[in-house]
């Protein structure tokens, strides 16, 4: 069975850093792309950034050069290190795997089969 589990949210004023890690169990991360998401109350879920098996990295333009993605692979573990925080971040973040067989896009939510709880990030204005 397949889990992954968000943490690091939490509550920063605008400016500030968080970084938030995705622990998973039942599957071997590098294996996989893995995909961060967030969605804002009353929001669609949307992509924030992907990171594939080669290291290979895609952001959404309302991150680049604020937030990057990493992993650790003796962890399996992926990171998302968010910094120079601002208001309109604030959104519940999620972590995914993504399958090919679901979709062919790693901007798409419906690509991604197996999703974490989600990790709340509040910036403070």
């Known amino acids: 069975q397949v889990q992954l589990r968000e943490s690091g949210g939490g509550l920063v004023q605008t400016g500030g850093s968080l970084r938030l890690s995705c622990a998973a169990s039942?599957?071997?991360?590098?294996?996989?792309?893995m995909g961060w998401f967030r969605q804002a109350p009353g929001k669609e879920r949307e992509f924030v950034v992907a990171?594939?098996?080669?290291?290979?990295?895609y952001y959404a333009d309302s991150v680049k050069g604020r937030f990057t993605i990493s992993r650790d692979d003796a962890k399996n573990t992926v990171y998302l290190q968010m910094n120079s925080l601002k208001p309109e971040d604030t959104a519940i973040y999620y972590c995914?795997?993504?399958?090919?067989?679901?979709?062919?896009?790693?901007?798409?939510?419906?690509?991604?089969?197996?999703w974490g709880q989600g990790t709340q990030v509040a910036v403070s204005s």
């Open positions: 995914a795997t993504y399958d090919s067989w679901h979709g062919n896009s790693y901007y798409s939510k419906g690509s991604y089969d197996y």
């Open positions: 039942g599957r071997t991360l590098s294996s996989y792309t």
């Open positions: 990171i594939t098996r080669s290291g290979a990295t």
